[in-house]
């Protein structure tokens, strides 16, 4: 109404930026940078390309600088995730290091409604406002969102980055699980720099036999490792973003934070997040008509990979130490009765049966991390937390948002004061188990 009193007219403006092809050409002679998310994960898995013919690069796990050039770049308002991503490949770009005539960028894209789905729209205007417009952005995705000749999920890279999610959250789960009570101090990252090479290698290869066969050792290795099996400490789940629950940079090495506090960090599986977005296409095409044959595609796609995981599961069943991951069908049915699974939006209704998981398992203490404003994650995070404490009065859940502009002091002491709720619960839960087991008796 404005805009007519004043006889003020919009003009229109292009904000598209015009992408550029990564071809075949490109693949022989161009080292390709891929945003950091995940360290343990992202280590094994820049093997399995290297191994198909990308010379790739992953960005450090800690890296503050990245966050204030992501600010030059990016609008404050947008996903801290985003931000993290473009900071990381402009400051890789900027420092000198590489020929950026013949580098690209690889991100992952999802799609969906959240705005970490506008990654790879970020990071090509950035490059544009930089001046680097020329350097290609490589998009993987399974639904196949954009195609470059240069570019192919092939079975063995399909394979190895499974192979790679996989290893990765085996180490992760053993790792954390046992680095807070060992006798000797640094022998847990010893344990874990000498399976990472390890795995490494075999990724490289893809053979379903060694990898049957490095798990149940590595499993037998880490259930042996000298700790004290006295100590008892806070378990303390960590749920949230994908990219602000892995990315160290993002949470403010959240696991560091917890075992300095005297706490043991629970991080569930990243091979869940993959299965959620496949096991969707169910209700997609129940609700929102989608094809019959994505369906289909997909829970083959369940299958295989619960299939290569089905050995690690059932050798964690039978460890001293460690529990095995539910599949993603139990954990749809966790999260059923509380939310519906048609929120699909960010990490929906994942997040709150990852919740429900880690407290059926006995982790009660939870942090759900978010990006500020992520709202798919204020409903099924945030909101469902007087639901489930309403469920189990052990429940002790804290929501924590991530943003440029946040106090990492705030943080930590929100953090603090969910351990020592943690640390005072300890004790009525051990009352509550030896009631339980007399009763048993």
Known sequence: EERRSKNIKAREANTSVERVIFTKEMRKN????????????????????????????????????????????????????????????????????????????????????????????FVRRALKKAGLENIPVVSVSVQGLEKNPGFKISAKLGLGIIQSALYGDLLMRMLYRVRPYELEKGSANALYQKWNEICKKAVTRCRFGEYKKNIAKMIEEFDNLPIDETLVKPRVGVVGEILVKFHPTANNDIVGLLESEGAEAV??????????????STFKEIYFGAKHSSTILSNIAIKAVEGYRRPMSELLKKSKRFDPPADIAELGEMAKDIVSLCNQTGEGWFLTAELVELIRSGVYNNICTQPFACLPNHVTGKGIIKELKRQNKFSNIVAVDYDPGASEVNQINRIKLMLSVAEKNLHYIKAEEEKAAAARA
């Not at 991080?267 to 969707?280: K, S």
């Open 30 to 121: 161009h080292t390709m940078l891929m945003p950091q998310m995940s360290p343990i994960h992202f280590d094994i898995a820049k093997e399995a390309f290297k191994a198909c013919g990308y010379n790739l690069e992953v960005m450090p796990a800690i890296d503050r600088e990245c966050i204030d050039i992501g600010l030059k770049y990016v609008n404050n308002d947008a996903c801290y995730p985003a931000l993290i991503v473009v900071g990381q490949i402009l400051k890789a770009l900027q420092s000198g290091k590489y020929d950026t005539d013949n580098v690209s960028v690889l991100i992952s894209q999802t799609g969906g409604g959240c705005r970490a789905s506008n990654y790879i729209g």
């Open 267 to 280: 991080v569930p599986d990243l091979l869940n997040f993959f299965t959620y977005g496949m096991y969707n």
